[in-house]
């Protein structure tokens, strides 16, 4: 299978809560990553989460790992509709700071 | 800073042709990557530098691929001869050694169609 899965689509009203999950195979990742794409343009990091936690918050984010199951998420409350774009989850390789990217997500936010 | 300058945005171009993808990385960075975006593939990491030197190339899919890095502002990918199948969109990302490595930054990408 694939290194990253994440689901490729994920539809929501402006508003609501979005949450994308997403499961990766490097148990040995110390760095995890969201990245965000936005239409025509390179990624830029949205937020990432050292894999001794299990938790971080940033403002409308919130970034939760399950490292035994491997699985990351990121949720973004009161979703807008500037919120429109490709999310990548990006494990990092091994203790490296450098990502592993899968297919990403590409959320639409709808009125 | 001007971010990671990637030329050109769109190249069109046919089978058999040599395409040169550049890149100039933020000042001060010293590593680099190279990555080419496809919707059935993902974002792959094609090949990447740190201090110029190339430190893993294992995901340049074959001998047609090769990229330098002259020095520490200017990098290049080469495709030659170029197929259909190379047509997606290629990344140039640049970042810091240490803690600054926690972040790259990523060019606007060059979109490539091989007819």
């Given amino acids: 299978g694939e290194d990253v899965e994440q689901s490729l689509f994920l539809s929501v009203r402006e508003g609501d809560s979005s949450v994308i999950n997403c499961t990766y195979t490097d148990s040995s990742s110390t760095y995890l990553y969201w990245y965000k794409q936005e239409p025509g343009a390179g990624l830029q990091l949205l937020t990432y989460i050292f894999s001794n936690m299990d938790m971080k918050q940033d403002q409308r984010l919130t970034v939760l790992l399950n490292k035994k199951d491997k699985h990351l998420s990121l949720r973004i409350a009161d979703t807008q509709t500037g919120d429109s774009a490709i999310y990548f989850c990006a494990p990092g390789r091994g203790g490296s700071y450098i990502p592993t990217f899968g297919r990403g997500t590409s959320l639409i936010v709808h009125p | ?115």
């Fill in chain 2, 1 to 115: 800073d001007a971010g990671v300058i990637q030329s050109p945005r769109h190249e069109v171009t046919e089978m058999g042709q040599e395409v040169t993808l550049r890149c100039k990385p933020i000042s001060g960075h010293d590593y680099l990557f190279w990555y080419r975006q496809t919707m059935m593939r993902g974002l792959e990491l094609l090949i990447y530098f740190n201090n110029n030197v190339p430190i893993d190339d294992s995901g340049m899919p074959e001998d047609r691929f090769s990229a330098k890095m002259p020095n520490a502002s200017f990098s290049t990918l080469k495709i030659q001869p170029s197929e259909p199948r190379d047509s997606a969109v290629y990344f140039c990302a640049s970042s810091l050694s240490g803690t600054g490595g926690l972040e790259q930054y990523f060019g606007p990408g060059t979109r490539l169609t091989v007819t």
